[in-house]
């Protein structure tokens, strides 16, 4: 399966199966509509008289040849060597967990997909106990696995910041014991960031989400405080001065465009210009009914500023400035494991989240959808079915994604969104496919540029 395209003057063609990319002619580019394999030693005359209007039988035969030594070689046209894998997909170690510190927020983001913050389940926060039996869970469930990840989420975890420094502490306490390595992260909306709050997160935290969506006014517009005032002001300098302090520590400023901003490229400019480099603005999933929903009309639009944001950023690039858009890192030298390439991202396998009263669900996403409740920390008990059937969610058993040239990027798509806006994990979210697909596009091309 090859899959090609042209954009900013570059025509790129994809090998699906080995992920080699080419840059290649306009004739080279042209043939590879008429040749499939198995591939002929030589040019067959038929294709070669259907494009000779365009191209000289010498350019034609060049092409040809090179795209049978790409072939023979194993980089065009390859053969499918992972299907095989698909059916040997089993449970895992639980590596990962998201860390509900507080069902409670102080702000009100319009587009919050956890009901302004508490899961549409009252607002609570995590007390030290349920922290400490949250990390005895992750430590009997992570079996041989060394490293571990926990992030520290929302709400609002700065509302319990006491607690997130106690459970810090206990997981340090049991490292050595149990020969492991913790890595926090931490996502915060900022409002109650302070000097203190700031060196701990710095000190602590191996990464941090700061969440603000760009200018003043679209951040504004969808996330008020509960007073209805705008939150740019309060956090803008806060997160200048985390940033400013945290050196080459790692983080992202991430923010969420909706319909109302599909000029979202200028808000990802206006961040920089602020001073970060490592920047993130994604698109709302949401309810299609809702007037700041992202529709398939809008598409082209986005597409649009897709590209205008590609293009500014290998403007920067060569300039030799710093700046990464989460959605365009690609690492196309090696890439992601083959289990990441067919399973993504190890929701309800090898990551779930834990909520206040210490409930286990798949991931974040999945909070307060009783049926799909996992388990609980108190007990140490989990669903394994539930488990089994999420290791076993692949690009293989996800209907749309086994032909899809772009299934061993996105690995199939988040199976939250799968779940609430195409009504199954294994349907993929069409429109949350196509503008991945986009993106992956964009980040070839930059690559390409870059080269």
Known sequence: MIHKYTLNGFN???????????????????????????????????????????YSQKELKEAYAEIL???QEGVLFSEDDYEKFADMMVSAPIKSLCLHVAHDCN?????????????????????????????????????????????????????????????????????????????????????????????????????????????????????????????????????????????????????????????FADDVIHLYEQGFDQISVEPVVTDPAKDYALTEQDLPKIYAEYERLAKYIIERKKNEESINFFHFMLDLDQGPCAIKRLRGCGCGNEYVAVTPDGDIYPCHQF???????????????????????????????????????????CSGGCNANNLQYAGDIRNSHKLACDLEKKRLECAIMIKAALA
């Not at 790129?12 to 030693?41: Q, R």
């Not at 200048?240 to 969420?256: A, F, I, N």
């Open 12 to 54: 790129i063609v994809i090998d699906v199966n080995s992920g080699g990319i080419h840059i290649v002619d306009n004739v080279t580019y042209e043939l590879l509509d008429y040749v499939a394999p198995p591939l002929a030693d030589m040019l067959p005359e038929n294709i070669a008289a259907k494009l000779s209007v365009r």
């Open 69 to 71: 030594e790409l072939a």
């Open 107 to 263: 702000l009100r983001c319009k587009y919050c997909f956890a009901s302004t913050g508490d899961f549409g389940h009252g607002r609570k926060l995590l007390d030290e106990a349920t922290g400490k039996k949250a990390i005895d869970f992750l430590l009997e469930h992570s079996q041989g696995r060394r490293n571990l990840e926990l992030d520290f989420f929302g709400g609002e975890p700065l509302m319990n910041m006491d607690v997130v420094k106690s459970v810090v502490s206990y997981a340090r306490s049991k490292e050595k014991e149990y020969n492991k390595n913790f890595r926090f992260t931490i996502t915060t909306n900022g409002v109650l960031l302070n000097d203190e709050i700031t060196e701990y997160i710095n000190s602590e935290m191996s990464n941090i989400v700061l969440s603000i969506d760009g200018r003043p006014e679209v951040n504004d517009r969808m996330r008020p405080a509960v007073n209805g005032k705008g939150s740019y002001e309060v956090i803008l300098p806060k997160f200048k001065s985390l940033v400013q302090k945290r050196g080459e520590g790692q983080y992202y400023v991430r923010g969420t465009f909706t319909k109302y901003n599909l000029d």
């Open 367 to 409: 909070v307060g959808m009783e049926e799909w409740k996992m388990g609980s920390v108190y007990d140490g008990s989990i669903n394994t079915k539930m488990k089994d059937d999420f290791a076993k969610a692949n690009v293989y058993s996800k209907r749309d994604c086994k032909d899809c040239w772009a299934k061993f990027y």
